[in-house]
């Protein structure tokens, strides 16, 4: 139910009856059967019927992915808010070609269950999905890829905006690379008073802020918050 890998040695010359491949290698998770053939005196060597070929060949395997790669898509622009899920957060399995490409078999029986954590080790926070521990199921990999929607959540509403690097690991020890930085701020939103006469319109000012070294300042790079406005209007204070 895969994709067709590629062996990384195809064919051998035998020595003495025999030959031995040190570095073997299959390009995509999952097990393999290696058939082997072989022309002597111009006549074809087979090993004939399915049964000799179960005999012959054993299955090699499981092979599992080499790393991952994690694209983050930012909750809000540049940066997302604590307690924001992100827009995307994409795992996608790897193997160890050069360069690597996409493990489209990771998935099913041969993928694992995942971690997401901070690679950089920030202890003022945690990462979760949707208030839950930050894990991607074996299941929720489709074609060596799974996408979700994490939130990372600071301890303390009042941390400064803190750069964060999500990492992957599975429970067979692949682990991402080259994991890319997101910045995390605490926010809120602020609503100042505002005064006149009772039976007119007021303007009341209002910012989305986020917490920096000085304390609450307005957070110009919000791009993202929106406000709804009431849709009867009431008579009186």
Same mark, same amino acid.
């Given at each position: ?9 195809? =064919? ?24 082997? *053939? ?9 090993? &004939? ?46 193997? &160890? ?41 074996? &299941? ?52 100042? %008073?505002?005064?006149? =006469? ?20 307005? %957070? *110009? =790079? ?16």
């Amino acid at each position: 139910g895969g994709s067709v890998g590629a062996l990384g040695v195809g =064919a051998v010359t035998l020595a003495g009856g025999q030959a031995t491949v040190p570095a073997q290698s299959w390009s995509q998770a999952g097990a393999v059967r290696i058939f082997g *053939s072989a022309s002597y005196q111009g006549q074809s060597i087979n090993p &004939a019927g399915a049964g000799q070929q179960t005999i012959l060949n054993p299955v090699l395997g499981r092979f599992s992915a080499h790393h991952f790669v994690v694209s983050p898509s930012s909750g809000c622009g540049a940066f997302t808010y604590s307690g924001q899920p992100f827009s995307s957060v994409t795992v996608t399995a790897m193997n &160890a070609g050069s360069p690597p490409v996409k493990d489209v078999n990771y998935k099913g029986s041969f993928a694992r269950k995942l971690t997401l954590s901070d690679a950089n080790a920030f202890a003022g926070g945690s990462l979760k999905i949707s208030g839950g521990v930050a894990e991607i199921l074996a &299941a929720g990999f489709t074609t060596g890829e799974a996408t979700v929607q994490p939130a990372y959540i600071f301890t303390l509403v009042n941390t400064v905006p803190t750069s964060i690097k999500i990492r992957a690991t599975d429970t067979d020890g692949a682990v991402s690379s080259g994991e890319t930085a997101s910045e995390i701020r605490s926010g809120r939103l602020w609503l100042g %008073n505002a005064y006149g =006469a009772e039976f007119l319109p007021l303007k009341v000012p209002a910012q989305s802020q986020y917490w920096a070294t000085s304390g609450w300042r307005q %957070n *110009s =790079a919000d791009s993202c918050t929106s406000l709804t406005m009431p849709t009867r209007q009431d008579t009186g204070n």
